[in-house]
């Protein structure tokens, strides 16, 4: 069993990036596609909670349903948004990690190395070539 868990989303560039810089530190995350097996009400409220962020925070805003819901409109409670990324899970932004170092919304996926309890074993770039960390495992500054 692994100490470091993804929500997980294959189809997003983002997602697929902070997977593979999570298996660049040698570790094989739990994935949970999340668009497939949600996580329960209670798991999603500690996930917000740990994360130390707004429920709002953590809402997609750039799919269809955030739209046809009318969720720009601020008049939700917590609960009610907590009931919409329940029954719309694409609500939910992605990837949300958890290691035992801290959970965090790694959007840029980068933000997952201030998580990770182990370090980079290599040199990593992004899907679209953008280096993020050098040959010798360090973090490459912008």
């Known amino acids: 069993m692994s100490n470091v868990t993804i ?10 990036n902070t997977l593979e810089l999570i298996r660049n530190s040698g570790t094989e995350p739990t994935v949970i596609l999340y668009l497939e097996t949600p996580p ?3 798991v999603l409220v500690k996930l917000i909670a740990d994360m130390g962020i707004t429920v709002r925070a953590l809402l997609r805003k750039n799919v269809e349903p955030y739209e046809q ?39 840029p ?25 050098d040959a010798q495992g360090k973090r490459v500054e912008k």
């Open 40 to 42: 329960s009400r209670e």
């Open 69 to 107: 819901l009318g969720l720009a409109e601020d008049n939700f409670s917590d609960d009610q948004l907590i009931d919409f990324m329940l029954q719309h899970p694409i609500l939910i932004n992605r990837p949300i990690v958890v290691t035992p170092l801290g959970t965090k919304l790694c959007r």
């Open 109 to 133: 996926s980068e933000l997952v190395l201030d998580i990770l309890p182990e370090a980079q074993r290599g040199a990593f770039a992004k899907e679209d070539g953008e280096r993020v960390v």
């Open 7 to 16: 929500y997980h989303n294959p189809a997003c560039g983002t997602s697929r």
